[in-house]
T-cell receptor, first 111, second 115 residues
């Protein structure tokens, strides 16, 4: 079946540090891939997406590239801010309306 | 921006009481999803609807949980009787069924505490 594996958290960084959150997936077809972000006390918000191999999704300084050869969709940001502190979820959709989520990675950015 | 609206935002009640959570999906969306989030289990899909018809409720404890869509603008999730282990944040999400690359849009959740 389809699955998403994210790096275990929590991740703690200093402001302006480089961020990578690893995400790999298993899917039978050609899924669409998503990163969602959840700020404290809020629901999940779509951060970025990619729908086919080699697509790069980007938003708010975050980027992720759909790598079919390594079945990965790692999230990166060059310089994190305190306001980026949140939980990040990697997810896929593969011919179904249902999203398959990773377990989430909590990011804390200290000033 | 259109949003998924959930009510109430917070609910505290005693075990054994009935709990009803409501969700107004984004106008025009034809799929609705109910999720539960806990520290231990993370994000779990409880049930989902397409065009108001229930398609999958395999994630939901059938003996005490029920989910319905009385009309296209309202989805409900009921727990009767409630138990302390039901304490969690319950999220509703909505989306389109016609394209696999479209995301789901989430509400801000109902934080439920069963004493």
């Amino acid at each position: 079946g389809n699955s998403v594996t994210q790096m275990e958290g929590p991740v703690t960084l200093s402001e302006e540090a480089f961020l990578t959150i690893n995400c790999t997936y298993t899917a039978t077809g050609y899924p669409s891939l998503f990163w969602y972000v959840q700020y404290p006390g809020e629901g999940l918000q779509l951060l970025l997406k990619a729908t086919k191999a080699d697509d790069k999704g980007s938003n708010k300084g975050f980027e992720a590239t759909y790598r079919k050869e390594t079945t990965s969709f790692h999230l990166e940001k060059g310089s994190v801010q305190v306001s980026d502190s949140a939980v990040y979820f990697c997810a896929l959709k593969d011919g179904s309306e249902k999203l398959v989520f990773g377990k989430g990675t909590k990011l804390t950015v200290n000033p | 921006d259109a949003r998924v609206t959930q009510t109430p935002r917070h609910k505290v009640t005693e075990m054994g009481q009935e709990v009803t959570m409501r969700c107004q999906p984004i106008l025009g969306h034809n799929t609705v999803f109910w999720y539960r989030q806990t520290m231990m289990q993370g994000l779990e899909l409880l049930a989902y609807f397409r065009n108001r018809a229930p398609l999958d409720d395999s994630g939901m404890p059938k003996d005490r949980f029920s989910a319905e869509m009385p009309d296209a603008t309202l989805a409900t999730l009921k727990i009767q009787p409630s138990e302390p282990r039901d304490s969690a944040v319950y999220f509703c999400a909505s989306g389109f069924s016609d394209s696999s690359n479209q995301p789901q849009h989430f509400g801000d959740g109902t934080r439920l505490s069963i004493l």
